[in-house]
Antibody, heavy 120, light 112 residues
Framework: QVQLVESGGGVVQPGGSLRLSCAAS????????MHWVRQAPGKGLEWVSF????????YYADSVKGRFTISRDNSKDTLYLQMNSLRPEDTAVYYC?????????????WGQGALVTVSS | QSALTQPASVSGSPGQSITISCSGT?????????VSWYQQHPGKAPRLLIY???KRPSGVSNRFSGSKSGNTASLTISGLQAEDEADYFC????????????FGTGTKVTVL
């Protein structure tokens, strides 16, 4: 079955950097677009970024544009999120999620999430 | 882009039907057919319930149904069960000149 497993979360000081990974299995990773979505503690969901199946196009929420970079390694079935210039308001659980098809604008399934805490 | 508006909480007794609303604008909910709904139990990842306003993925109970009228989408849960107690989020793709998604504020469903 489809499985997404995030890793790389942790505690980082404001202004610092962190890279999240999302290991995919159970499907042909190189054929699907992928998203990152985050959820601040006790808050709602916020879309962060999307990358096309071949990495040709990437998109970002205004709140992270210029600071975060999404990428993928299709040879390793892995999605990444490089987060720089981190701010306390970036503290959240970060989920990777699969785009079900090229004509779909939903998220399915989701990984279990990785907690990122930005604090001094 | 402002978050879509959902009621903070909705409750119902087992067997009853409840409806959760999701209000947006003509730029998001009202502007297309790309509204989706997610269920999230405490400490768990969200799970897709409805996509493209009314479609249900395989494996999702037919007790969950979606609809839309104008700038407001709705999720109805019929035959409410104890396991339905969770948070529910709507989401709309915001396309045309941009690539963006906006989520709803979330609704806590309590089964009495």
């Amino acid at each position: 079955q489809v499985q997404l497993v995030e890793s790389g979360g942790g505690v980082v000081q404001p202004g610092g950097s962190l890279r999240l990974s999302c290991a995919a299995s159970g499907f042909t990773f190189s054929s699907y677009g992928m998203h990152w979505v985050r959820q601040a503690p006790g808050k709602g969901l916020e879309w962060v970024s999307f990358i096309h199946y071949d990495g040709s196009n990437t998109y970002y929420a205004d709140s992270v544009k210029g600071r975060f970079t999404i990428s993928r390694d299709n040879s390793k079935d892995t999605l990444y999120l490089q987060m720089n210039s981190l701010r306390p308001e970036d503290t959240a659980v970060y989920y990777c999620a699969k785009r079900p098809s090229s004509a779909s604008y939903s998220f399915d399934p989701w990984g279990q999430g990785a907690l990122v805490t930005v604090s001094s | 882009q402002s978050a879509l508006t959902q009621p903070a909480s909705v409750s119902g007794s087992p067997g009853q039907s409840i409806t959760i609303s999701c209000s947006g604008t003509s730029s998001d909910v009202g502007g297309g057919s790309y509204v989706s709904w997610y269920q999230q139990h405490p400490g768990k990842a969200p799970r897709l319930l409805i996509y493209d306003v009314t479609k249900r993925p395989s494996g999702v109970s037919n007790r969950f149904s979606g609809s839309k009228s104008g700038n407001t989408a709705s999720l109805t849960i019929s035959g409410l069960q104890a396991e339905d107690e969770a948070d529910y989020f709507c989401c709309s793709y915001v396309g045309s000149s941009t690539f963006n998604y906006v989520f709803g504020t979330g609704t806590k469903v309590t089964v009495l």
